[in-house]
C-alpha cells in the first residue's frame, strides 16, 4: 500500500521561508504523479493552493509555490504571514484513477 | 461562481445505510469528473471516491470498495454516494470535490461538507 509521507508539524516566524515536503514510502515523486497542495483551517473545507506540481490555483498569494525537490513535491511559503497558520496536505495522483493525500502538516506561524 | 452543497448527513447504526448527495452549480456539470473526500475528526483528509463525468469510470479507496458506490446525475447536477455496511471508522466529514479538469488530476472547488456519524 503506497503511503504519502508529509512532516507532521512545522514552524515558521512571521516574514520568514519554509517547505513543507510531499514524499512516497516507495519511490520518488515526480510531475507524473501531478501533486498538488492544499490548506485547510478548522471547520473549514480545504482550498486548492497548488497543482500540477507549481501552478498556482485562482487567488492564491504568490508566495505559495509548488516544485520538486529531490525526490519529493515541495510546498514553499516566502514571507510567511499569520494567517498562513493552517493544516497542509499534498493530493497525489497515483493512475488507474486512484488519488492518495498525505497525513498532513500543520504550519504554526509565531 | 461555484457552488457544491452536500446533503444527507446524519447519524446511523453500525452496518446501516445512507445516501450522500451534492447538489453542484455554477459550471458544466457534465463536463467534469468529480471526487468524494472525507476526513474524520481530528485527522486528516482521504479520497474515497471518484466518478468520470460520464460514468463510464468509476474508482474507489480500498477502505470503501464494495460498501460504497459513487455515481452521478447530470440532469439534476448532483452527486450521490451510496454507503452501505456502515462501520464506525467511516465517521468523518464528507466532502464532494469538483475535479480540475485538463488531465491536471487535482481538486479545484470543494463543498461545506455534511457529517455521518456511525455509532450505537
Known amino acids: 500500500q503506497t503511503v504519502v509521507t508529509q512532516e507532521p508539524s512545522f514552524s515558521v516566524s512571521p516574514g520568514g521561508t519554509v517547505t513543507l515536503t510531499c514524499g512516497l514510502s516507495s519511490g520518488s515523486v515526480s510531475s507524473s504523479y501531478y501533486p498538488s497542495w492544499y490548506q485547510q483551517t478548522p471547520g473549514q473545507a480545504p482550498r486548492t493552493l497548488i497543482y500540477?506540481?507549481?501552478t498556482r490555483s485562482s487567488g492564491v498569494p504568490d508566495r505559495f509555490s509548488g516544485s520538486i525537490l529531490g525526490n519529493k513535491a515541495a510546498l514553499t511559503i516566502t514571507g510567511a504571514q499569520a494567517e498562513d497558520e493552517s493544516d497542509y496536505y499534498c493530493l497525489l495522483f497515483l493512475g488507474s484513477g486512484i488519488w492518495v493525500f498525505g497525513g498532513g502538516t500543520k504550519l504554526t506561524v509565531l | 461562481q461555484v457552488h457544491l452543497v452536500e446533503s444527507g448527513g446524519g447519524v446511523v447504526q453500525p452496518g446501516g445505510s445512507l445516501r450522500l448527495s451534492c447538489a453542484a452549480s455554477g459550471f458544466t456539470f457534465h463536463a467534469y469528473n468529480m471526487h468524494w473526500v472525507r476526513q474524520a475528526p481530528g485527522k486528516g483528509l482521504e479520497w474515497v471516491a471518484f466518478i468520470r463525468h460520464d460514468e463510464s469510470d468509476k474508482n474507489y479507496a480500498d477502505s470503501v470498495k464494495g460498501r460504497f458506490t459513487i455515481s452521478r446525475d447530470n440532469s439534476i447536477h448532483t452527486l450521490y454516494l451510496q454507503m452501505n455496511s456502515l462501520r464506525a471508522e467511516d465517521t468523518a466529514v464528507y466532502y464532494c470535490?469538483?475535479?480540475?479538469?485538463?488531465?491536471?488530476?487535482?481538486?479545484?472547488?470543494w463543498g461545506q461538507g455534511t457529517l455521518v456519524t456511525v455509532s450505537s
Open positions: 470535490a469538483k475535479d480540475g479538469g485538463g488531465g491536471d488530476c487535482h481538486f479545484d472547488y
Open positions: 500540477s506540481t507549481n
